[in-house]
């Protein structure tokens, strides 16, 4: 167990919807990441948040948004959603050195 | 731009073998972290080790054996006596090491590794 924790587990949605993806760092982890997985592009960088600021953009959709909470945890909103969007989102978080990141479960999204 | 490559797609060994997994990684960074992580069939992400690009000391922990060579730029993953439990998708990562806020990792497209009994 990473320490890291993601709800929900699943989700199965249609097309057009918006869904919520919530991610719960480790304790005292200031940072924290989104992954996208998928079987074309493989495992990708959306966005970092740190200590509540958005620090760095990857290859993240503008139909997708996030933010980070004072609590420091952080969601994912995905809108519009298409058939390709689905796939195994994954939240990370690192710890003051940021040498280390350690991933939680994951939420498998799919777009029906 | 930074890179990885896992060239090794799957492979399959019979339990008790040894098995290589290959990592060959690009940076114009001086300083960088390198990763590797273990996604078995649950689906979760599971870290292994973390090297930095200024330690190529060779480690070992229990069956796994990590080879760095920056001059090949590689980051070889050994697993001694396979196992089944052994079976899952194995990542190459690499991160800049310079920012105290942390920085994103970009992957390899794994390897699968299959061990029967």
């Known amino acids: 167990d990473s320490g890291v924790t993601q709800t929900p587990k699943h989700l199965i949605t249609a097309t057009g919807q918006r869904v919520t993806l919530r991610c719960s760092p480790r304790s005292g982890d200031l940072s924290v990441y989104w992954y996208q997985q998928s079987l074309d592009q493989g495992l990708q960088f959306l966005i970092q948040?740190?200590?509540?600021?958005?620090?760095a953009k990857g290859n993240i959709l503008e139909r997708f948004s996030a933010q980070q909470f004072p609590d420091l945890h952080s969601e994912l909103n995905l809108s519009s959603l298409e058939l390709g969007d689905s796939a195994l989102y994954f939240c990370?978080?690192?710890?003051?050195?940021?040498?280390?990141?350690?991933f939680g479960p994951g939420t498998r999204l799919t777009v029906l | 731009a930074q890179k990885v490559t896992q060239a090794q797609t799957e492979i399959s060994v019979v339990e008790k073998e040894d098995v290589t997994l290959d990592c060959v990684y690009e940076?114009?960074?001086?300083?960088?972290?390198l990763f590797w992580y273990k996604q078995p069939p649950s689906g979760e992400l599971v870290f292994l080790i973390r090297?930095?690009?200024?330690?190529?000391q060779n480690e070992i922990s229990g069956r796994y054996s990590w080879n760095f060579q920056k001059s090949t730029s590689s980051f070889n993953f050994t697993i001694t006596a396979s196992q089944v439990v052994d079976s899952a998708v194995y990542f190459c990562?690499?991160?800049?090491?310079?920012?105290?806020?942390?920085?994103?990792?970009?992957f390899g497209k794994g390897t699968t590794l299959s061990v029967s009994s």
């Open positions: 940076t114009r960074d001086t300083t960088y972290y």
């Open positions: 090297r930095n690009s200024f330690d190529e």
């Open positions: 990370a978080s690192s710890d003051a050195r940021a040498d280390t990141q350690y």
């Open positions: 948040y740190y200590n509540g600021e958005e620090r």
């Open positions: 990562a690499l991160s800049e090491a310079y920012n105290q806020a942390g920085t994103a990792l970009i």
